[in-house]
């Protein structure tokens, strides 16, 4: 497979999963660069290429604490993985 159906079709599942999770509560978001997003909050919404998470707690990366923002927008493209807590 090229590399560019494996990169659409690895985006097109990435998709399903954001928008099966949408309106959820304890979503967690990993980017390029080692972020990681934990919405105490909820998946509020997925379009347009972005990703609005609520109340927020960010972990940088190489960081052993966390801050917390009311909102965060996430480019769907930094996305490197998608959990959600129990």
């Given at each position: 497979m090229s590399d560019e159906l494996v990169n659409?079709?690895?985006n097109c599942?990435?998709?399903h999963v954001l928008r099966r999770l949408e309106g959820e509560e304890g979503?967690?978001?990993r980017t390029v660069g080692?972020?990681?997003f934990n919405a105490e909050g909820r998946l509020a919404r997925v379009e347009d290429?972005?990703?609005l998470l609520t109340d927020v707690a960010v972990f940088p990366p190489g960081l052993d604490y966390s801050f917390q923002?009311?909102?965060v927008t996430v480019n769907l493209c930094a996305i490197t993985s998608i959990g959600q807590g129990c």
């Open positions: 659409r079709d690895f599942r990435l998709l979503v967690n978001i080692l972020f990681q290429r972005l990703a923002l009311s909102n």
